[in-house]
Antibody, heavy 119, light 108 residues
Framework: QVQLVESGGGVVQPGRSLTLSCAAS????????MHWVRQAPGKGLEWVAV????????YYADSAKGRFTISRANPRNTLYLQMNSLRTEDSAVYYC????????????WGQGTLVTVSS | QSVLTQPPSVSAAPGQDVTISCSGA????????VSWYQQLPGTAPKLLIY???KRPSEIPDRFSGSKSGTSATLDITGLQAGDEADYFC?????????FGTGTKVTVL
């Protein structure tokens, strides 16, 4: 069965960096675009970034542009989100989500990993 | 930062029907598909509706979606206690994806 498992969350000070990972299994990882979506405590969903199935196209939300980097390692079935210059407003649960090529919806989501930015 | 607008909350008694609206613009909903997600308390979102009106096989037909112009609608018929959750619409804008503000459904 399809599984997406995020890891790497934790407590980090403002201005520091953190890298999240998303381990995929149960499907051909290299055939799917992958996204990061976050949700601040008690708030709605906020789309963060997307990377095409082969890494050829990448888009970021304005809030992530210039500070976050999405990447993937298809042989290792893993998605990454490197987050630099973290701010308190980046505190959220970060989900990875799968999107089939040519489609525009998230058909599977991970369970999320919590990032808390605090001094 | 959400560009799609939903009512903050709707409520109804078990067995009744509810409708959730999602309002956008020509740049997102008006020219692209809409999807809907259900988020039960303490869990990750789950796909409910895609391509405006299609349901994954495991989603009961009590859930239905539609789109007209720059707005979309999620209908839940025969409301059940297990439907109490947050519901989000989604669409896309260029290469980016956008979500609605979210609607909390309360079963009275």
């Amino acid at each position: 069965q399809v599984q997406l498992v995020e890891s790497g969350g934790g407590v980090v000070q403002p201005g520091r960096s953190l890298t999240l990972s998303c381990a995929a299994s149960g499907f051909t990882f290299g055939h799917y675009a992958m996204h990061w979506v976050r949700q601040a405590p008690g708030k709605g969903l906020e789309w963060v970034a997307v990377i095409a199935y082969d890494g050829s196209n990448i888009y970021y939300a304005d809030s992530a542009k210039g500070r976050f980097t999405i990447s993937r390692a298809n042989p290792r079935n893993t998605l990454y989100l490197q987050m630099n210059s973290l701010r308190t407003e980046d505190s959220a649960v970060y989900y990875c989500a799968r999107e089939e090529y040519g489609e525009y919806y998230f058909d599977y989501w991970g369970q999320g990993t919590l990032v808390t930015v605090s001094s | 930062q959400s560009v799609l607008t939903q009512p903050p909350s709707v409520s109804a008694a078990p067995g009744q029907d509810v409708t959730i609206s999602c309002s956008g613009a020509s740049s997102n909903i008006g020219n692209n598909y809409v999807s809907w997600y259900q988020q039960l308390p303490g869990t990750a979102p789950k796909l409910l509706i895609y391509d405006n009106e299609k349901r994954p096989s495991e989603i009961p037909d009590r859930f239905s979606g539609s789109k007209s112009g720059t707005s979309a609608t999620l209908d839940i018929t025969g409301l059940q206690a297990g439907d109490e959750a947050d519901y989000f619409c989604g669409s896309w804008l260029g290469g980016r994806r956008v979500f609605g503000t979210g609607t909390k459904v309360t079963v009275l």
